[in-house]
């Protein structure tokens, strides 16, 4: 079965718009969200118009600074503090990759944490890690989200998380072992012959490698869950003379859905549930600057009880 990530988006798109309708009426507040995009990076502008465009649909501000490749360090440095300081803005979010001449480390550690919707932030990481409130990154959040709505059970299952980068791969690893999932990571140093016997014996496989097909379909096991998370820029065979070519992910698609039990599609996947978090996570930001919120509610999940680390609410 198809792991139908817009229509799920689009579910919680609707949701977030009712609630925010309510919390505006209750509070006389609009959820902000401000971008910022420095230089010209094509695919960059395309995420931040498409996180934009899901702003507006909601009902939230969004505040956009585009700025020129050679911004300073410094400036960017001043505008984040700016932003952190206007109590108007909700969210703070950073489009990456930042041109070479600036330090995104740098950058990211400047946004105020009740800010960090895009949850980079070294000590929004550090919460995750130790299962502490916080926002945690949208995209393992968005996959989080899709298994858990579809009723997919993780405790005692044994998932490889293919990649291990901070925005995706190690967080996804993190988040899966909260879950109980006894998780293996794999990476670039990791063996073709170590991969596919960690692939085989997978009950749920996470790629986020940015290769395309890069898991053979043949590799996945019966009746396994596959996340693909790779988005891949290929020539189209059947369009040969389209520049744009077809997106592909980072598993052998048709292949593998032969095998799978559940599967994500690229494009329809794990892409959109990614702006779905972001989007949930800008809601909570502008709900506990409103002190509707404890702090201690995770952006990312349905609502639900705090729970103690005993599992008792
Ligand atoms: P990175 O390039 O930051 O990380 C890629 C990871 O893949 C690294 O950890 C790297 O290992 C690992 N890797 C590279 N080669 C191999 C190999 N031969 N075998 C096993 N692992 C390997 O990418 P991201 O994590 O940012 O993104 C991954 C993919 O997901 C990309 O296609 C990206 O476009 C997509 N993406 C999709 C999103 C969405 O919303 N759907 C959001 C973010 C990303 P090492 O650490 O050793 O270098």
Known sequence: MILDGKALSDRIK??????????TAQTGVTPCLATILVG??????VYVRSKRRSCAKIGYESRHHHLPADTTQADLLQLVHDLNAD?????ILVQLPLPKSIDADAIIDA?????????????????LALKKPGFAPCTPAGIMRLLQES??????KRAVVIGRSAIVGLPAVLMLTHADATVTVAH???TRADLEDLVRKADVVVAAVGRPEFVPGAWIKPGAVVIDVGINRVPNPADPDNPRGMLVGDVEFAAA???ASWITPVPGGVGPMTIAMLMTNTLVAARRAAGLVAFGRSGNQPPEPDRRSDGRS
């Open 257 to 259: 859905a032969e095998r």
């Open 40 to 45: 010209e990076d094509p695919a960059s502008a």
């Open 87 to 91: 109590d108007a803005v909700h969210g």
């Open 14 to 23: 609707a949701e977030l718009t009712a609630q925010t309708t309510a919390f």
């Open 188 to 190: 670039s140093r990791t």
């Open 151 to 156: 009723g997919i059970e993780l405790s005692g």
């Open 111 to 127: 946004i105020a944490l009740h800010k960090d919707v895009d949850g980079f932030h070294p000590r929004s990481v550090g919460h």
